[in-house]
């Protein structure tokens, strides 16, 4: 199947071991101090996430700013040892 490359952030090099998918949900907390948002999201098949709310780190954090409690996001994730770490996110 096809999928759309990820955007690249240049200096920022995940590797390509580092499994990512695309999501969407609803922003249900933010965490501005400690760089986290929490997300009712929909399944993720590509990372194997069941449809869950989770809070998940971001980064970078300014990320935080464009984003509310109660918003519908799209988002892109990828896996880290410790868990989900989104580097995209913005309101549909």
């Keep these: 199947s096809m999928t759309p490359p990820a955007l690249a952030h240049p200096g920022e090099e995940h590797g390509p071991s580092a499994p990512a998918g695309h999501g969407q949900g609803v922003v249900v907390a933010v965490d501005t101090n ?3 948002v929490t997300l009712q999201h929909g399944a993720i098949p590509a990372l194997n996430l069941p449809a869950t709310t989770t809070e998940f780190k971001v980064d970078p ?3 935080l700013d464009s984003i509310k409690v109660g918003d519908k996001v799209t988002f892109d994730i990828t ?3 410790d ?3 989104i580097t995209a996110i913005e309101p549909n």
């Design 34 to 36: 400690s760089g986290t």
């Design 61 to 63: 954090a300014t990320l």
């Design 79 to 81: 896996m880290a040892d």
């Design 83 to 85: 868990g989900g770490e």
